[in-house]
Nanobody
Framework: VQLQASGGGLVQAGGSLRLSCAAS????????MAWYRQAPGKQRELVAY???????DYAGSVKGRFTISRDIASNTMTLQMNSLKPEDTAVYYC?????????WGQGTLVTVSS
């Protein structure tokens, strides 16, 4: 199983970015998937989560601004990030949990300037 994250970049505060996580080896809907992020000097934290049954959950700091989704046709998970803030700056990682196995993408850097 491989997860390939993309879509990071530099954006001004208030702007938007769309992150993608392309999966190979497993269909994105078979497991629970999530986006995590890790800011410099901080621990990795859960940002958004989507269960195999499509239930979603978000960290309080991003609720109402970020949307997680999956597309079977492209076998991709996405994170739409709107109204970005400087505190959203971090490396974002996609994750899948399936049958007691955890899979991670390589991370994509999001930088939000004030």
């Amino acid at each position: 199983v491989q997860l390939q994250a993309s879509g990071g970049g530099l954006v001004q505060a208030g702007g938007s970015l769309r992150l993608s996580c392309a999966a190979s080896g497993l269909i994105v809907t078979v497991g629970n998937m999530a986006w995590y992020r890790q800011a410099p000097g901080k621990q990795r934290e859960l940002v958004a989560y989507i269960a195999s049954g499509d239930d979603t959950d978000y960290a309080g700091s991003v609720k109402g601004r970020f949307t997680i989704s999956r597309d079977i046709a492209s076998n991709t998970m996405t994170l739409q990030m709107n109204s970005l803030k400087p505190e959203d700056t971090a490396v974002y990682y996609c994750h899948m949990h399936y049958r007691r196995n955890d899979y991670w993408g390589q991370g994509t850097l999001v930088t939000v300037s004030s």
